[in-house]
């Protein structure tokens, strides 16, 4: 496991996802639009599930451009979101491809079914109570299952997010194997240049 300090960083009130919904994918990571920005994800996505189609639930889909990303991949995906405008496009996205459930990612509705990668991204930051919510989502994981948590601090004068070592805290008791891979130096997942903390965690159960 990696170790790190821990510095508490605030959350900010939770925007507006429906209003957000139309310019979502504007933003080059989210609507992956940009080939380059697209297969720079779809490596690291590769990199981080399992090499055999696995089970994915991709909790906070927004749109659904990594729920397609997987797809794509072979995996079999389970995406869910709160936003019922969000969860609209990620099935016009999916076009069937994918089963998409407008539902809390706290709580998905996803009945007893257990998976063996829960994907998230840019969503555990924006929850009161990250650690309660990790051991929540570890009940979703077969044995042997993984998180892939993509978070990061954004801002500088008021900042907002989870610092990667805080993470790292939170999956120590739940995880047997934590890993963290920065990605802020890395522009193309961005489609800009970045100067904040931008990681993803890959933790084994």
Same mark, same amino acid.
């Given at each position: 496991?990696?170790?790190? %300090?821990? !510095?508490?960083?605030?959350?900010?009130?939770? $925007?507006?996802? %429906?209003?957000?919904?139309?310019?979502?994918? +504007?933003?080059?990571?989210? #609507?992956?639009? +940009?080939?380059?920005?697209?297969?720079?994800?779809?490596?690291?996505?590769?990199?981080?599930?399992?090499?055999?189609?696995? %089970?994915?639930?991709?909790?906070?889909?927004?749109?659904?451009?990594?729920?397609?990303?997987?797809?794509?991949?072979?995996?079999?995906?389970?995406?869910? +979101?709160?936003?019922?405008?969000?969860?609209?496009?990620?099935?016009?996205?999916? =076009?069937? /491809? =994918?089963?998409?459930?407008? #539902?809390?990612?706290? !709580?998905?509705?996803? #009945?007893?079914?257990?998976?063996?990668?829960?994907?998230?991204?840019?969503?555990?930051?924006?929850?009161?109570? $990250?650690?309660?919510?990790?051991?929540?989502?570890?009940?979703?994981?077969?044995?042997?299952?993984?998180?892939?948590?993509?978070?990061?601090?954004? #801002?500088?004068?008021?900042?907002?997010?989870? $610092?990667?070592?805080?993470?790292?805290?939170?999956?120590? $008791?739940?995880? /047997?194997?934590?890993?963290?891979?920065?990605?802020?130096?890395?522009?193309?997942?961005?489609?800009?240049?970045? %100067? +904040?903390? /931008?990681?993803?965690?890959?933790?084994?159960?």
């Amino acid at each position: 496991m990696t170790s790190e %300090d821990t !510095n508490t960083v605030a959350t900010a009130p939770e $925007p507006d996802w %429906d209003a957000q919904a139309a310019a979502f994918d +504007d933003e080059p990571d989210h #609507g992956l639009r +940009d080939p380059e920005v697209r297969a720079a994800w779809s490596d690291r996505l590769g990199a981080w599930l399992p090499e055999h189609p696995a %089970d994915v639930l991709d909790l906070g889909c927004g749109t659904g451009s990594l729920s397609l990303l997987a797809v794509e991949q072979g995996h079999r995906v389970t995406a869910v +979101d709160r936003s019922p405008v969000m969860t609209e496009r990620a099935r016009t996205k999916l =076009a069937g /491809r =994918a089963a998409v459930l407008c #539902g809390d990612a706290v !709580n998905p509705p996803v #009945g007893e079914r257990r998976f063996d990668v829960v994907l998230v991204r840019h969503v555990l930051w924006t929850l009161p109570d $990250p650690a309660g919510v990790l051991r929540r989502w570890r009940e979703l994981l077969r044995p042997g299952g993984r998180f892939v948590l993509v978070e990061g601090v954004w #801002g500088t004068l008021s900042p907002v997010g989870i $610092p990667a070592g805080e993470l790292t805290a939170f999956l120590a $008791p739940l995880a /047997r194997e934590v890993r963290v891979e920065r990605l802020s130096g890395h522009t193309l997942l961005w489609g800009k240049e970045v %100067d +904040d903390e /931008r990681y993803a965690v890959v933790a084994t159960v």
